[in-house]
């Protein structure tokens, strides 16, 4: 823990008026905030590369691989134009569906960094599309008055996704409940299956990832989730950083 402007004498007994007192001073409460405000600036960091790199990958592999074979389709075509009328035809038949092809790539790779109806109509409206289109009984309720801030309202958005997909993959779940509230201190996002529980972080899986999202803007997540289910977790924001 670093006390960068605490003198030498106040850092000595510092700990041992926290022990006695009970609380700790406005000086070490600054400098916890200080070491977790820097730990959560080092994870955002890396979250936010790992993101960058998903992007470069999709990128890589899906739509600039697919105009490269494009290029080379019309280039063909093109000498062949004179000789091989047919074959040339075929050729530019062939790019224009690669050009399609590549089309829905780049809506798709755009959609997963921020869907369109996110942007357009807030979170509870992009939830509710979500719901509409999972493979579970989904039912959204909402009371939410404001638009929230948009890196807010992605990651609630997404951690909503993963709950979901969670609640799919490991859960044998049949239905699921989301509810999105606001009171005067605090956004609370409420998702719950019907599945068999037994959920929980592990490095590296997508609740450690959310969890990790969320600390960036002070919030939370809890997850109950008991073996035999149901599994309820809620993601908490304070409403101060809006
Ligand atoms: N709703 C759920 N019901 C039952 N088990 C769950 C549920 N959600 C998660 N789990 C369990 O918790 C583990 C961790 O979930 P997490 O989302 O972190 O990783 P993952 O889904 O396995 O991988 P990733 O999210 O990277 O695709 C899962 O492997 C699964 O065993
Ligand atoms: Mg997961």
Redesign the pocket.
Known sequence: MAFVSAPYAWRCVQPVAVRFLGCPSPALALADRVDELTAQRADATVAQAAEIRRIERDLHDGAQARLVSLGLSLATAEKLMETDAVKARALMRDARAVAAASLTELRDLVRGINPPVLNDRGLVDAVSALALDSPLEAVVSADLRLRLDPPIESALYFGIA??L???V?????TRARISIAQDDTTIVVDVE?D????????P???????RRRLAVFDGTLE?T?PAG?P?S?RMMVPCESL
């Open positions: 993963e709950l997909t969670n609640a993959k490991h859960a044998h779940a299956d599945g068999r529980g037994g959920a929980g972080d592990r590296d899986g997508g609740l450690a990832g959310l997850i989730s289910g599994t977790v």
